[in-house]
């Protein structure tokens, strides 16, 4: 049985078969090893759109609040937030 499209097995299968992939297959691997490079530590960043830090800094407790001043700079973390209110509305 040939395992579905869409998938890192999907991809691997098409390989085998002497193919080019699909794009949901291709997605999919890339999905998997970005994931994996990140879980092993051999990729030690992740970009994040702007709006998801902000919201996550808005939901943040204060310790964790305080580390992002300290890591990212106080006028960085103000500069972020003093754009909520136009993503927000």
Do not use: N, W
């Amino acid at each position: 049985m040939r395992p579905p499209c869409g998938t890192p097995a999907g991809e691997k299968a098409h390989r085998r078969r002497h193919e080019l992939s699909c794009q949901p297959c291709r997605d999919a691997l890339a999905d998997y090893m970005r994931g994996r490079c990140i879980a092993t530590g051999h990729r030690l960043s992740v970009r994040v759109p702007l709006d998801v830090v902000r919201l996550l800094l808005l939901a943040a407790p204060e310790d964790v609040f305080a580390s992002a001043r300290q890591e990212l700079g106080p006028c960085t973390v103000a500069a972020l937030l003093a754009q909520t209110k136009t993503v927000a509305s």
